[in-house]
């Protein structure tokens, strides 16, 4: 099966087209074709970084008609790539905070491992907000919980690989968080489906001067009305779970 994968980019960008440069010129490296989402930035991204982009053939970028977040980014990208043949996506941030250095790790372990999604788990240097790092604990409980397993090591960070047909397959019967409750919400729901797990350590830094969009009232709702979903959801599947449990011990 591993002479038939294909693996691409995913990169939604809202707000980030400066760092999105550097991001950009580390990739250069390594070129895998990649798919920039342009979740409606004023003005459109094309043309703010035509020069940018004009010398990047392995580069298509997919322009939202309205401002949606980063899950919806995220899903019409994914199903864009899955239309053109590719079998799987590494989703990356565009402001700067992931190593790109780790790309052919991640390539190598999906050779290895062609059915599982494999999810960064973060290193923090000291330029991390301590308040980050608490939220992400209590958003990898939740998931714990949620999952009746240990094996999703962060659910909060975006930089992962994802098998597409599975994924495809959620988005598609359920409507997956929009924002930041977006990346919980798909590691998750991949667990409920079988998809396995396998995580590596990623070193992560925060630029300097960088842009947020994270909104501390509005995405801490989101995430904790998500929670409210899965948790039931996974009383649901509780039974199902508990089996696979001891199946795989």
């Known amino acids: 099966m591993t002479e038939n994968l294909r693996c691409c980019l995913m990169i939604p960008v809202f707000r980030h087209m400066q760092p999105l440069i550097h991001v950009l010129e ?3 490296a390594q070129p895998l074709p990649c798919f920039i989402v342009d979740d409606h930035n004023e003005p459109p991204l ?13 580069i298509t970028v997919l322009r939202l008609p309205v401002h949606s977040g980063k899950g919806i980014a995220c899903v019409e990208g ?15 941030d565009a402001d700067g905070q992931h190593d790109s250095d780790d790309i052919p790790r991640m390539l190598a372990l999906m050779r290895q491992h062609p059915h599982a999604m ?24 939740w998931a714990w919980i949620e999952t009746l397993s240990f094996q999703i090591k962060d659910s909060l960070f975006g930089y992962r690989l994802v098998p597409l047909a599975p994924f495809i397959n959620v988005a598609a019967n359920v409507q997956l968080g929009k924002r930041m409750d977006f990346d919980p919400d798909m590691v998750v729901r991949l667990f409920w489906e079988g998809v396995p ?15 947020s969009n994270f909104n501390l009232w509005r995405d801490n709702v989101r995430l904790s009305w998500l929670h409210t979903r899965l948790f039931f959801g996974m009383l649901k599947r509780f039974p199902g779970l508990v089996k696979r449990h001891w199946v795989s011990v």
Request: aromatic content about 12%.
């Open 78 to 92: 994914c199903r864009q790539a899955y239309a053109q043949g590719f079998t799987h996506a590494i989703f990356m």
């Open 197 to 211: 797990v396998v995580s590596f350590d990623t070193h992560v830094s925060y630029p300097p001067g960088g842009v």
């Open 46 to 58: 094309a043309e703010a970084l035509a020069k940018e982009l004009a010398g990047r053939p392995w």
């Open 118 to 141: 494999i999810l960064g788990r973060p290193v923090f240097d000291v330029s991390a907000p301590a308040g980050r790092r608490f939220g992400r604990l209590l958003s990898n409980v």
């Open 26 to 28: 580390a990739l250069d």
